[in-house]
């Protein structure tokens, strides 16, 4: 490490999490010509390049990617260092980046945070908000810390912690026919028009297994968003799989109705997500424990 500085990893974990020069320098409060000379020094002490350049732009090479979670490492040990050589050993502070599939991002936010915002102020939490599959995605290549995603992930590189257990439903309007029946079967599924997340996101992958127990039937519209779902619901669009916890309070006020279908699997795990070589902070480990606790 003689001859690298902080300063120089910096610079280097910001340019690979935040995709360009600018965000970086823009991210550390440094000009763009100080970004790129510190990264043009680290590249030269080490004695080979981090990134591919092509038409200006900067794309992590093998190399870069092998050292990122080093590198992060290494910085997240410094800030450590410092919290116990100025005997702050019970004040944590510093950044934590979290992914978060949409169902928790945007109806589950405040279990898997409130509890680590309220003890721990001086934090700063970055929630990014996605698919799951981004979320792994971003957990694989270093730009996450930590993942709160629905259902499985299966990569050697990724360790899952059961954090809760969630369920589907099937939604119709409140006009649908099936809406008026008491007692449902497969066969009444026959020909239904289906409104459906994108690819990508875990509660299709699991809508498109509940529906392979169903007659055959009509995709009619694909939406990323379990909102957008719920409001094409609502206006009469079709049928749907969402997350309970997402048409809660529209069934309370009868903008549409669950149907009851004892005979779909639509029970989920929701799980914390990381990888195998991120270094396990005194920040992170709070967090993982804050979250398991709750």
């Known amino acids: 490490m003689i001859g690298i500085s902080p300063r120089q990893l910096e610079v280097f974990v910001a340019i690979a999490t935040g995709g360009s020069v600018r965000a970086a ?3 550390l409060h440094l000009t763009q010509p100080a970004a790129s000379m510190a990264l043009a020094e ?26 990122l979670p080093l590198a992060q490492e290494l910085l997240e040990r410094m800030r ?5 050589a100025g005997k702050a050993d019970d004040l944590l502070s510093g950044e934590l980046r979290i992914g978060a599939s949409n169902t928790v991002g945007n109806y589950l936010v405040g279990d898997l945070l409130g509890g680590f915002v309220t003890g721990h102020p001086q934090v700063a939490l970055k929630l990014h908000v996605d698919n799951s599959a981004a979320i792994v995605a971003g957990v694989l290549d270093y730009s996450l810390d930590i993942g709160c995603i629905e259902g499985p992930a299966a990569h050697a590189d990724l360790e899952l912690l059961r954090w ?8 119709a309007p409140t006009t649908h026919p099936l ?28 809508a ?11 995709t009619v519209l694909e939406l990323d968003q379990s909102e957008a779902i719920k409001q094409a619901v609502i206006a009469g669009l079709g049928l749907a799989l969402l997350p309970a916890v997402a048409v809660a309070h529209a069934q309370a006020a009868g903008r549409l109705a669950v149907l009851r279908t004892p005979f779909l699997s639509l029970k989920r795990q929701l799980s914390l997500v990381l990888h ?13 424990d804050s979250v398991q606790k709750a």
């Open 25 to 27: 320098a823009e991210q």
């Open 42 to 67: 680290l590249e030269r002490v080490l004695g080979a390049p981090l990134f591919d350049r092509t038409q200006r732009r900067l794309h992590i090479n093998a190399r870069g990617r092998h050292l």
């Open 80 to 84: 450590e260092l410092g919290r116990h």
């Open 164 to 171: 809760r257990d969630d369920m589907l439903c099937v939604c």
């Open 179 to 206: 809406a008026k029946r008491r007692r449902l079967r497969p066969e009444d599924f026959a020909g239904a028009r289906w409104i459906l997340r994108e690819g990508g996101s875990a509660t299709r992958g699991q």
């Open 208 to 218: 498109e297994r509940a529906l392979a127990a169903l007659p055959a039937g009509e």
């Open 276 to 288: 195998r070589r991120k270094y396990r902070s005194a920040l992170l480990r709070e967090f993982l």
